[in-house]
């Protein structure tokens, strides 16, 4: 079955895919095989090269076709990294649950939804300036007032004001994107 989707190359001289399936075509293989060696599981692998993929379907950037590997390259070191810190964090998690008396353990299903927040709240510090997130996470989990920041930063107090309040709105956009 051939899928109706394709992507814009720009001009130049013999480019080797043309279209979303051609590439997909073309380097499914060589992307599953590269992740293998980089992934301790062969079905990460396969969720990982198809997700490359899904990346460039959703096109929210404007890819260059014309290098392949080099763009699943990029897009892969991209997919390993998020891989692993879901996995650190969600063995962090499985480690807090261990400390807790057994009457006290979340459902599997509470469980499942704690660990899709905590997963949720990462990508969001993840998309924040250095600055940002520290700032926040020191208000937040630290509990440091405006001034102990500020001081720990090297930076003023309208700053810290600034920086909290870009931290929280990135709060309110994910909260408002996963619930619509």
Not at 97 to 109: G, V
Not at 140 to 153: F, N, P, T, V, W
Request: aromatic share 8%; net charge negative; glycine share 6%.
């Amino acid at each position: 079955m051939t899928s109706s989707f394709s992507a814009q190359q720009p001009p130049g001289p013999s480019a080797p895919s043309d279209t979303i399936d051609n590439l997909y075509q073309d380097h499914l293989g060589w992307l599953r095989g590269w992740f293998a060696r980089r992934l301790s599981s062969k079905h990460d692998a396969e969720d990982l090269a198809h997700d490359a993929f899904v990346r460039i379907l959703a096109g929210r950037h404007r890819f260059d076709l014309s290098q392949p590997r080099a763009l699943l390259t990029t897009i892969g070191k991209g997919l390993v990294a998020d891989h692993f810190r879901r996995r650190a964090l969600e063995q962090a998690f499985l480690d807090g649950l261990a400390d807790l008396p057994e009457p006290e353990l979340p459902s599997l299903e509470e469980q499942a939804l704690i660990l899709e927040t905590l997963q949720a709240v990462d990508r969001m510090l993840d998309g924040l300036p250095r600055r940002v997130r520290q700032a926040f996470l020191m208000s937040r989990l630290d509990g440091c007032s405006y001034e102990s920041i500020a001081s720990q930063l090297g930076v003023s107090m309208s700053s810290v004001q600034k920086y909290l309040a870009q931290a929280l709105q990135a709060c309110y956009r994910a909260l408002y994107d996963d619930a619509h």
